[in-house]
């Protein structure tokens, strides 16, 4: 048997373990895991192929403290979430009944190897020693994965005010389709960028919005969708001649859609047009002759296919990440993928059926196999890609640049004019007002140019102060869903979109997690004395409530309980509230409409109003519903609406409604640059 003790790194089927960093990677990417996880891991690698019972967990991982069954339960629970081990089948622990938990992963020991006593000459063994050495070498070489060789920068071929986005290749990869927006107007124009001889060239400058451009499957046509604030077409334009003459071709409407600022999407296959409405969410096939809908996919937030229409790449809303499913149209099989933490900015297959693109605030390149590698790129956000990969040539096309939000207050005694709490460059969200409005708590997102990584912090803005106060910095892996201060100013609760919690004390500027032996923790909210959190959450699968002492650092369970009159954004039915308020509210508008809303910024509620936006096409309405006479009010309008880019945008108001705090994308500036390999 091998004695775990020295050795730091492990491979437990296909995860790698590092026990000295306290990380796993799956699927290429690397998490973070606890040390008291891996000191139980540790355990049950040491006694291979026995059941570890229960005692021995808590005289080895608890050795001066008196625990209970429930907290091993919920560690070796915790220790299966993090490895990902499926529910139904067992690959990693398997539970012995009776007698306790035992190791089934297949282990790969890489920082030593199995020695056995073996009888042989003194010469032989430094030969075979020497022999063994060389060939792990070798093998370590051949066949440890690399790093993908980087992309150098080769040319930035635009550099305009405004956002490049739709990149599109033709088939011949000659052609590069693209839209190009005028920073003044937010309208687009779709234009052609001709590798062969480097020039840029306007296709369509009608002074309508015009999107998503789409190569025919033969690369003569494209289909484009135009809007504005009255109508929506998609047309057909035939392209003929030289690419300097296409701005003159005729085109013609193909099909009536709906006006929106949400992301439309269109794919021209040999099976039909695909579109993508955002405000029904509806993935639509026409036949491209008839235009009659032939197939529907419902929840889409974004999807691709090939050009043969095969194989559809969909990405669902589910809960608070988002789905990933590969469609196959011939087999009619769906199979699950990935789950991503928004925000992504595109899908997009690299090679149909094998490997594809996700855009956002990095540029990932996975596969149907549900690996995933970043690509080291540009700093900044990147919102589209498209790429020629054969055996002459390996060119990148990005539509990345910087993305810049801040937080504006609102003083609803005179909303006329909205005042900057914030100007950084970065993208500042998720505000959280002091129950005495004096402070605004955020999360600050940042590109450093020094680690080439995208950090998150915590500030304070008090209202009597010309400077922030950073709070703390948060690792990689937290992605801030819900922040909210506590009753008396004490401290910062913050839950992920993982749905695990933290403290922060502004005192000490420090966090510390919380409620760890839990599962889908929600329905957070304070006593007023701020030391008992209330919360739900599932243990060992069961449905509970229960209260956290936080003098005490004790939890108990208690009996269900009301919950208190304002429900926040960690309830899991605050969606289903709000969107229940707004609609009885406003019965003209549509179900689709205010449901769009809730997703482009979240509201905020009180005990007497809810405050919402409304996107249109070129405005955001900032709006208050009076909760008891149901009246809604406009108090501010904005004469934009960029795209949120699935951004976290939400509006914070105070108990007292002394002001509003809004988090807005202030500006999208992205240019098309081309790299190479």
Same mark, same amino acid.
């Given at each position: ?158 550099? /305009? ?5 739709? =990149?599109?290749?033709? &088939?011949? @990869?000659?052609? $590069?389709?693209?839209?190009? %927006? *005028? ?124 050009? /043969? ?5 969909? =990405?669902?809303?589910? &809960?608070? @990440?988002?789905? $990933?499913?590969?469609?196959? %149209? *011939? ?347």
């Amino acid at each position: 048997m091998t004695e775990l003790g020295s050795i730091n790194r492990i491979r437990l089927n296909q995860v790698l373990v590092d026990f000295a960093a306290l990380k796993l990677q799956i699927d290429g990417i690397w998490y973070d895991i606890e040390a008291r996880q891996l000191a139980l891991l540790r355990l049950l690698i040491n006694h291979p192929g026995q059941a570890v019972s229960r005692q021995q967990i808590m005289d080895a991982i608890w050795p001066d403290v008196v625990v209970s069954d429930n907290s091993v339960s919920q560690a070796i629970t915790q220790l299966r979430k993090s490895l990902q081990e499926p529910k139904d089948s067992p690959t990693f622990i398997r539970t012995v009944p009776r007698k306790g938990y035992q190791l089934v992963a297949d282990i790969q020991y890489l920082d030593a190897m199995q020695t056995e006593p073996l009888r042989i000459s003194l010469q032989n063994a430094v030969l075979s020693t020497l022999s063994g050495i060389l060939l792990c070498a070798f093998l370590a070489w051949a066949l440890w994965p690399r790093p993908p060789k980087p992309y150098q920068h080769k040319a930035q071929l635009t550099a /305009s005010p405004g956002d490049e986005a739709f =990149l599109t290749l033709s &088939h011949n @990869h000659r052609y $590069l389709l693209f839209t190009q %927006q *005028d920073e003044q107007s937010g309208l687009r124009d779709i234009m052609v960028y001709d590798r062969q001889s480097g020039n840029i060239h306007g296709i369509r400058q009608s002074g309508y919005d015009e999107l998503s451009p789409a190569w025919s499957p033969e690369g003569n046509a494209l289909a484009y969708i135009r809007q504005n604030a009255f109508s929506c077409q998609i047309r057909i334009l035939d392209l003929s001649g030289p690419v300097e003459t296409w701005r003159l071709a005729k085109d013609k409407v193909a099909t009536d859609c709906q006006p929106d600022s949400g992301h439309k999407k269109l794919r021209w296959t040999e099976g039909g047009l695909y579109y993508l409405d955002p405000l029904t969410s509806r993935l639509l096939r026409f036949d491209i002759n008839s235009m009659s809908e032939q197939t529907s996919w419902q929840q889409v937030r974004d999807f691709d296919v090939d050009n /043969s229409g095969q194989h559809l790449l969909l =990405l669902n809303q589910h &809960h608070k @990440h988002l789905r $990933l499913s590969y469609f196959w %149209q *011939d087999k009619q099989q769906t199979a699950e993928l990935l789950r991503v933490i928004p925000p992504v900015a595109t899908l997009k297959w690299q090679e149909a059926g094998q490997r594809f693109w996700l855009t956002g605030q990095q540029l990932l390149l996975a596969d149907i196999h549900s690996n995933v590698q970043s690509l080291r790129v540009p700093p900044g956000f990147i919102q589209d890609v498209a790429q020629i990969h054969n055996d002459k040539v390996d060119e990148l096309f990005l539509s990345s640049g910087n993305l810049q939000a801040n937080l504006f207050t609102l003083a609803l005694s005179s909303p006329a004019k909205l005042q900057a709490l914030t100007s950084s460059p970065n993208m500042e969200y998720l505000p959280a007002i002091s129950a005495d409005g004096l402070q605004t708590a955020y999360i600050s997102q940042y590109f450093d140019y020094v680690d080439q990584q995208v950090h998150q912090e915590v500030w304070v803005k008090h209202s009597h102060k010309p400077i922030a106060t950073l709070i703390s910095s948060l690792p990689e892996d937290i992605q801030p869903d819900f922040l909210s201060w506590s009753p008396q100013g004490t401290f910062l609760l913050l839950q992920d979109k993982r749905q695990r919690v933290y403290l922060l004390n502004l005192y000490a500027r420090s966090y510390q997690p919380l409620l760890t032996d839990f599962t889908e923790v929600s329905t957070l909210y304070w006593q007023d004395d701020e030391q008992q959190l209330y919360f739900s959450a599932l243990q060992q699968d069961k449905a509970i409530r229960g209260r956290l002492d936080l003098t005490k650092q004790q939890i108990d369970l208690i009996d269900d309980k009301e919950n208190p009159a304002i429900p926040n954004p960690s309830f899991a039915t605050y969606r289903e509230q709000i969107l229940t308020m707004m609609q009885q509210a406003l019965p003209e508008v549509s179900q689709e409409r205010l449901e769009q809303a809730f997703d482009y910024m979240r509201p905020a509620l009180t005990s007497t109003e809810l405050y919402f936006a409304l996107p249109g096409l070129n405005q955001l309405d900032i709006l208050v519903l009076n909760r008891q006479s149901g009246e809604v009010q406009l108090l501010h309008q904005l004469n934009r609406c960029p795209d949120n880019r699935g951004l976290p945008l939400s509006l914070a108001v105070n108990p007292e409604q002394q002001q509003l705090v809004i988090s807005l994308l202030e500006s999208q500036q992205n240019n098309l640059m081309l790299r190479q390999r």
